[in-house]
């Protein structure tokens, strides 16, 4: 799965081998992101909920991947919703950018696929939102969580699913 762990690493060893004179130090270097993302992922694969499931498109490429969560409990027990998740590239600074790709009647999900999910937000009052020590794992759970303990009907980002909630469970 992590292929370029084993890339960064065969890099590091090439670099090692090398004299110093002559050496293209700038064509080898990797992003503070990329390797953030080798432990993150790896992290994640450990932690993963079992009604999650990560895939990656292109497994050279940690920064896109997508997330499938399969609630087994709750309003949203047996279904089956997709996520697409982007890593920016001044990550850990910055969240990840994250969409719903399944339409779905949810309070903290627009139709759009917009997320209303605190630890996604860059800037936060009361301090819940996105910090540099916060990991890809912590994404994951908290997406997984919108679907059980975090479904928030008090203050929605689709306003008509919150009130139709409301009106008829």
């Known amino acids: 799965m992590l292929t370029l762990a084993s890339k ?20 080898h270097r990797v992003s503070i992101r990329d390797r953030l993302l080798i432990k ?9 909920p079992n009604t999650c499931k ?17 609630p087994d409990e709750g309003y949203y027990l047996g279904g089956k919703f997709q996520f697409e998740i982007e890593v920016p590239e001044a990550y850990n600074m910055v969240p ?4 719903c790709l399944t339409r779905i009647w949810h309070p903290n999900i627009a139709e759009t696929g ?14 819940t939102g996105w910090a540099p020590t ?8 908290g997406l997984n969580s919108l679907f059980t303990d975090l479904l928030n ?13 409301l009106r008829d469970k």
């Open 134 to 141: 916060r990991t890809l794992k912590d994404v994951v759970w």
């Open 153 to 165: 009907f008090d203050d929605p980002l689709n306003i008509e699913a919150a009130e139709h909630h």
């Open 40 to 48: 993150d992922v790896s992290e994640l694969e450990a932690n993963l």
């Open 96 to 99: 990840p950018r994250v969409k």
């Open 54 to 70: 990560v895939t990656f498109p292109d497994e050279n490429k940690l920064c896109h991947f997508q997330l499938a969560v399969s």
């Open 114 to 127: 917009e997320i209303c999910l605190s630890l996604l937000r860059e800037h936060s009052i009361d301090g």
């Open 8 to 27: 960064l690493k065969r890099e590091e060893g090439v670099r090692a081998g090398r004299t110093s004179a002559g050496s293209n130090e700038a064509s």
